[in-house]
């Protein structure tokens, strides 16, 4: 869901562990969604993304799994580093119509503070 | 090298003042996206623009205004009607294919605006 003046969840995993975030999307329509990485201070940075004709991608390190029967998003981190601490946000492609156009509006999830312990 | 950027890093308002933020892309996007970001929260979408000279209001565009007459600049005015304007501002760019074939958007690394 998106954030609303809501605080995020924490996650602490020990370095070497493998780590599970989670994200629940609201629209059924949705038929894009990306997970970003978002350090200290900076902009987020694009990790992965999947389409909503695919139920799982793999990258380096990270899983993204779509479950669109109950609009569920998760991203694995295998062997978490603390080079992996930062905050982590879920997107979904919304699409909509004005005027006859169809377009994506790109909406963000709460996000989640994934925190390394070496 | 090709990407988005903003500028400046960090802004200080005097409450009452209009300020405008820079979001400047050569990525030859044609999506562009202001969020607001305050400490230990989430992104809130604040205006959006799919193609040049259309813009559409987010979820908190009460105090804000943009405008998009170039493809590769959508800047951001914070208005003296924005009641508690100190927060982190992220642009954001994406490619628009007018079909469910969009790709990611890029962030710049955002202005930190504080009013005093």
């Known amino acids: 869901g998106e954030s609303v003046g809501l605080h995020l969840p924490t996650l602490s995993v020990q370095e070497g562990d493998n780590s599970i975030i989670n994200c629940a999307y609201s629209?059924?329509?949705?038929?894009?969604f990306i997970w970003y990485k978002q350090e200290s201070g900076k902009g987020p940075q694009f990790i992965i993304d999947?389409?909503?004709?695919?139920d799982k991608r793999q990258g380096q390190r990270v899983t993204v799994l779509l479950n669109k029967t109950v609009k569920h998003l998760s991203l694995q981190i295998a062997a978490t580093q603390p080079g992996d601490s930062a905050v982590y946000f879920c997107?979904?492609?919304?699409?909509?119509?004005?005027?006859?156009?169809?377009?994506?509006?790109?909406?963000f999830g709460q996000g989640t503070i994934l925190t390394v312990h070496p | 090298d090709g990407g988005i950027t903003q500028s400046p890093k960090y802004l200080f308002r005097k409450e009452g003042q209009n300020v405008t933020l820079s979001c400047e892309q050569n990525?030859?996007?044609?999506?562009m996206y202001w969020y607001r970001q305050d400490p230990g929260q989430g992104l809130r979408l604040i205006y959006y623009?799919?193609?040049?000279?259309?813009?559409q209001k987010g979820d908190i565009a009460e105090g804000y205004s943009v405008s998009r007459e170039k493809k590769e600049s959508f800047p951001l005015t914070v208005t003296s009607a924005q009641k508690n304007p100190t927060a982190f501002y992220l642009c954001?760019?994406?490619?628009?294919?007018?079909?469910?074939?969009?790709?990611?958007?890029?962030f710049g690394q955002g202005t930190r605006l504080t009013v005093v």
């Open positions: 954001a760019s994406s490619f628009y294919w007018g079909t469910p074939l969009n790709t990611e958007a890029f």
């Open positions: 629209n059924s329509a949705s038929d894009y």
């Open positions: 999947i389409r909503s004709n695919m």
């Open positions: 997107a979904e492609n919304i699409l909509a119509n004005a005027g006859g156009t169809s377009y994506g509006k790109l909406t």
């Open positions: 990525l030859n996007h044609d999506a």
């Open positions: 623009s799919q193609i040049v000279n259309d813009f």
